[in-house]
């Protein structure tokens, strides 16, 4: 196989023993970025700025969290973070404010048995807008956000190699499948980079591979709870003394069990 610098995390990947090689790929993309923006992003003018705007969503501020080496960093950042989005729903409120004071006076002195008006407040208008900011920034995540954009690099290679290298295609097709989440990432990905008799190719050849793991996991599960029957004791294990968590990444991707 013909190895080029934006090949070689792919193939090292796929090199894993794993139900997922993308969860392995991820995983580690997920640690170069993390211990980045506690490193050289703190000094970096568009880092703080994208850190700022964006924060992280729970997952990402607890995993930055227990990089315990750099809690200072993390204090930097939340520091700014913070300052950030209290002045996006401070200007929120303090454009409406009196309008709304105005409307909690009105709203006293109506009666409170009267029929509740269907036109829309000031209120109801600064709650949309409060709304808005708050939904804007749950849907974003600086680590989230460069994950996505790598790994979207990397389903164009995995599908480029597929296609064009004999050697990763066996390898690809020796794999135990991928979780469903990357499932859905490389079906989604055909859309974007192979033509339709390409895909028609790949998706006949990743979906006998996909439902053979499926069926294999399904049923290494199923011996794990059998062997919970006394009738069983004696019986090997297998391959499903850890089928439980191996089934949980199947299913959602990877997860840290430690």
């Given at each position: 196989?013909?190895?080029?610098?934006?090949?070689?995390?792919?193939t090292?990947?796929?090199?894993?023993e794993?139900?997922?090689?993308?969860c392995?790929?991820?995983?580690?993309?997920?640690?170069?970025?993390?211990?980045?923006?506690?490193?050289?992003?703190?000094?970096?003018?568009?880092?703080r700025?994208?850190?700022n705007?964006k924060?992280?969503?729970?997952?990402?501020?607890?995993?930055l969290?227990?990089?315990?080496q750099?809690?200072?960093?993390?204090?930097?950042?939340l520091?700014?973070?913070?300052?950030?989005?209290?002045h996006?729903?401070?200007?929120?409120?303090?454009?409406?404010?009196?309008?709304v004071?105005?409307?909690?006076?009105?709203s006293?002195?109506?009666n409170?048995?009267?029929k509740?008006?269907?036109?829309?407040?000031?209120?109801?208008?600064?709650?949309?807008?409060?709304?808005?900011?708050?939904?804007?920034?749950?849907?974003?995540?600086?680590v989230?956000?460069?994950?996505?954009?790598?790994?979207?690099?990397y389903?164009?290679?995995?599908?480029?190699?597929?296609?064009?290298?004999?050697?990763?295609?066996?390898?690809?097709?020796?794999?135990?499948?991928?979780?469903?989440?990357?499932?859905?990432?490389?079906l989604?990905?055909t859309?974007?980079?192979?033509?339709?008799?390409?895909?028609a190719?790949?998706?006949a050849?990743?979906?006998?591979?996909?439902?053979?793991?499926?069926?294999?996991?399904?049923?290494?599960?199923?011996?794990?709870?059998?062997?919970?029957?006394?009738?069983n004791n004696?019986a090997?294990?297998?391959?499903?003394k850890?089928a439980?968590?191996?089934?949980?990444?199947?299913?959602?991707?990877?997860?840290?069990?430690?």
């Amino acid at each position: 196989m013909k190895e080029k610098i934006y090949t070689i995390p792919v193939t090292e990947a796929f090199g894993v023993e794993c139900e997922c090689p993308m969860c392995v790929l991820e995983k580690k993309l997920e640690d170069e970025c993390i211990d980045y923006i506690l490193g050289p992003s703190l000094m970096e003018p568009e880092g703080r700025i994208e850190t700022n705007e964006k924060g992280f969503c729970r997952k990402h501020f607890e995993k930055l969290y227990n990089r315990q080496q750099n809690r200072l960093g993390l204090g930097l950042i939340l520091e700014t973070h913070i300052t950030q989005q209290n002045h996006n729903i401070g200007r929120v409120y303090e454009s409406k404010k009196d309008a709304v004071k105005k409307d909690a006076e009105m709203s006293m002195m109506k009666n409170l048995s009267s029929k509740v008006s269907m036109k829309k407040t000031d209120t109801d208008k600064m709650v949309d807008s409060l709304l808005e900011v708050l939904n804007e920034l749950e849907g974003k995540c600086t680590v989230c956000g460069k994950l996505d954009h790598t790994m979207e690099r990397y389903i164009d290679v995995i599908l480029y190699l597929w296609f064009k290298e004999s050697d990763f295609k066996v390898l690809f097709n020796s794999k135990k499948g991928f979780c469903l989440k990357h499932l859905k990432d490389l079906l989604e990905g055909t859309k974007k980079f192979l033509n339709a008799k390409e895909t028609a190719v790949f998706v006949a050849n990743l979906m006998e591979l996909q439902l053979e793991n499926l069926e294999r996991i399904k049923e290494e599960v199923s011996w794990f709870t059998k062997k919970f029957d006394y009738r069983n004791n004696d019986a090997p294990w297998g391959n499903s003394k850890d089928a439980v968590p191996r089934s949980i990444q199947k299913i959602v991707g990877f997860c840290d069990f430690s």
